[in-house]
């Protein structure tokens, strides 16, 4: 959603096609989007003032939009992937999107894409940007989390966090809070990380069964 939260965008996904949806009220009224055509949409995210937003979709493409979702332009020089994952710093000119291979960055809105290959190809599920798209952090499905300072050009992996299954990451607008779930067994798990680099661990309790 939009900073002032009047501006939200949803998306059908997991094994099921569909539309991507948009609301300017709240989400009082809701407005299909079909430009971007019925696809199994993976994630959604949107800049700050609710007018780019950017969508990736599991076995297709990334595609943009700059006029609050009402139109939508296929980004084929990302190339066509398992896309799990896509965030935006908060003006939107900075992307930073997964698969389960690498993880990709564009600087200018979506438009040009490039492979980040220092922290390997692995089974990344979630990516989370700082507001201004300097600090960014990202899961694996059976492996750890990895941060970056640099705008995505290098990664550190954080061993102390633990080896899990990493379903979800986001952070704080200055990128220094963190906050992951894992799936266990019986279990879905939260733990909240303070301080990008430090990964101190402040929860890790059950947060409910799935």
Do not use: F, P
């Amino acid at each position: 959603m939009s900073s002032d939260g009047t501006k939200l965008a949803a998306c059908v996904g997991g094994n099921y096609s569909g539309y991507i949806y948009t609301s300017t009220d709240g989400g009082n009224s809701c407005t299909e989007q079909s430009s971007a055509g019925s696809r199994k949409w993976s994630r959604l995210t949107m800049s700050s003032d609710g007018t780019k937003l950017a969508a990736c979709e599991y076995g297709g493409c990334i595609y943009t939009s700059t006029d609050g979702g009402n139109t939508w332009t296929e980004k084929k020089n990302a190339g066509i992937g398992n896309w799990k994952s896509i965030t935006m710093s908060s003006d939107g000119t900075k992307l930073a999107a997964c698969t389960d291979g690498y993880i990709y960055i564009s600087t200018n809105g979506g438009n040009n894409w490039t492979e980040r290959n220092s922290a390997g190809s692995r089974n990344w599920y979630s990516i989370a940007i700082s507001s201004d798209g300097t600090k960014l952090a990202a899961c694996v499905i059976g492996g750890c989390i990895y941060t970056s300072t640099d705008g995505g050009n290098n990664w550190t992996e954080k061993k102390n966090a633990g080896i899990g299954n990493w379903k979800s990451i986001t952070m704080s607008s200055d990128g220094t809070k963190l906050a992951l779930v894992y799936i266990v067994v019986i279990s879905t798990h939260l733990r909240m990380v303070e301080i990008i680099g430090q990964s101190k661990l402040l929860l890790d309790g059950v947060a409910g069964e799935v």
